[in-house]
Each structure stands twice: as structure tokens, then as C-alpha cells.
């Protein structure tokens, strides 16, 4: 039976509550509505570096479908959380400011098993967040629009764990270059992406310094995690990079993570 995914009818918008909107959640999910529906140029880039590889090509169309439909849902929220929230506009802003490297014809990551690898930490961080933010609102809409988007990230962390998996029989990549690019791509949370995407949707009639503006969403967001977030992450994570994800130095590095989110978030607010 082939998998039926969600629309935005299936959304009861009408259980809106304007009372419940929290409006430093809104400011970060304005900007992951733009994250999430630039989905296509990911889908392109994802293309590029698999040209020949016309299943998992399919694959991909479906994802970005899915990432995209993510980002008009999030962006649906956010216009009924701030009618003078211009999406259109504000996308447009980020996309005139950030871009992907639609040129490339092989991975970033070095590797085709790399950037699956990437992939992964991409998906299982962003099923950490959304969950994250499910516990931290009270306004059922986002509730249940945040739920739904952790479960699908938490499949796509799968589905590019499957063609991982494929992979790794030719290129073999070992064990250490894989924790190398999960621990890279965990700390490029703080490049520009995150950053131009809150300052696009959020920075009106201001100037754009990266470190400002990623400094302010991380303030925000990582203020919402709690430990059961960092563990299903941390776990995950280690799974990609082909370690032990129930062991000793995963349940150390989910502890260590959470503790430095948390400082990092209370030295942002102290700061600002």
C-alpha cells in the first residue's frame, strides 16, 4: 500500500488561537517556513551530485515535495499568527540573499556516502526541533503542524539512512570521516542559512551581520529543547556515523549536548 502523505486540509486551520501565540516562536517559525519551502533548490543540488542515479533521483522529488509543503504550512501559520507577515516578500528577500551551490556537480561532503551522511543530520535535527517546539506551544494548529513535520523528518532521516547504507558497500567510507562531516554539519546550524532566513523574516528596514542574526535565532531556539530532544538526536546521529547509538559515549555526548545548548542559549539572552 503506497504511503498517502498529509495536505494542508488535513490541518483543522479553523482551531487557530490567536491567545496562544508565543511571539518568539513565531519569529523562528517564520523562519523556518523559508527553510523548509526552498526545498527545490536542495532537490536540484541533491540531483546534481546523483545525475546517474535515477532512483534515488525519484527519491528526492518526493522529499522536496514534502520539505516544501512544510514550509507553505509553517508560512500558512505564521500569516494567521501576524497578517503583516508578507511570506512571498520575505522569501524572496532570502533567496536574494542565500543560495545553494546549484553548479555543483559533486558533493560538498567529498563523498556521495558523505553527503547522505549529511543528509541524515539534517533530517534527525530538524525531527529533534519540531518536536521541540510541539512541547513548547500551546496553540494547537502549530501543535499539530510541528508534529507532523517530526514525524516526516524522522522518515526522511530513513529513507537517506536506506540509500546510505547503499552507498557505503562501494565507497566505504570509515567510521571517523563519517563522525567528521555529522559533527560538521551539526555546527553549520550557525552559517548563513538559519541566519539570512531569521533576518529575512524578521529584520525589516535593518542590515544583515551574519553573527547578529544567528545569534538571535539561536537565542531562541535552542532555548526550547529538553533532554528527550537531545537523546533521540544525539542517538540518530551516532547511528549515521556508524557508531554505537545506545552506548556509553552516546548517552555522555547527548548529556554534553544538551548542556551546551542550554548555556550557549542563556549566554545569548544575557548578551542581548
Not at 38 to 63: H, R
Not at 104 to 117: D, F, K, M, P, W
Request: contains cysteine; neutral net charge.
Amino acid at each position: 500500500m503506497a504511503y498517502e502523505h498529509w495536505t494542508l486540509d488535513d490541518i483543522d486551520w479553523s482551531a487557530f488561537d490567536p491567545a496562544k501565540v508565543d511571539p518568539e516562536i513565531l519569529k523562528i517559525i517564520k523562519a523556518a517556513s523559508m527553510v523548509e519551502y526552498n526545498g527545490a533548490d536542495y532537490a536540484t543540488y541533491l540531483c546534481n551530485v546523483f545525475p546517474d542515479d535515477a532512483q534515488f533521483q525519484e527519491v528526492v522529488k518526493v522529499w522536496a515535495d514534502e520539505e516544501i509543503q512544510h514550509g507553505a504550512a509553517l508560512a500558512r501559520w505564521a500569516e494567521l499568527a501576524d497578517p503583516n507577515f508578507d511570506f512571498e516578500g520575505s522569501f524572496k528577500k532570502f533567496k536574494d540573499g542565500y543560495s545553494l551551490p546549484l553548479d555543483a556537480s559533486t558533493s560538498v561532503r567529498g563523498t556521495r556516502s558523505g553527503e547522505l551522511v549529511a543528509r541524515c543530520i539534517v533530517e534527525v535535527g530538524t525531527s529533534s526541533y519540531y518536536s521541540a517546539l510541539a512541547d513548547a506551544t500551546d496553540e494547537p494548529v502549530l501543535v499539530k503542524i510541528c508534529k507532523l513535520i517530526a514525524a516526516d523528518e524522522l522518515r526522511h532521516y530513513k529513507l537517506f539512512y536506506t540509500h546510505l547504507n547503499r552507498y557505503l558497500a562501494s565507497e566505504k567510507i570509515g567510521k571517523i570521516r563519517r563522525a567528521l562531516i555529522a559533527l560538521s554539519r551539526i555546527t553549520e546550524t550557525e552559517d548563513d542559512e538559519l541566519a539570512y532566513a531569521y533576518f529575512a523574516a524578521n529584520g525589516e528596514g535593518q542590515d544583515y551581520d551574519r553573527k547578529r542574526w544567528s545569534q538571535a535565532y539561536i537565542q531562541r531556539a535552542a532555548g526550547y529543547y529538553r533532554p528527550k530532544h537531545l537523546d533521540l538526536g544525539v542517538a540518530m546521529t551516532f547511528k549515521a556515523a556508524g557508531l554505537n547509538p545506545r552506548g556509553r559515549l552516546a548517552g555522555w555526548a547527548a548529556r554534553a549536548g544538551y548542556w551546551a545548548v542550554k548555556r550557549k542559549a542563556k549566554g545569548l539572552k544575557q548578551a542581548a
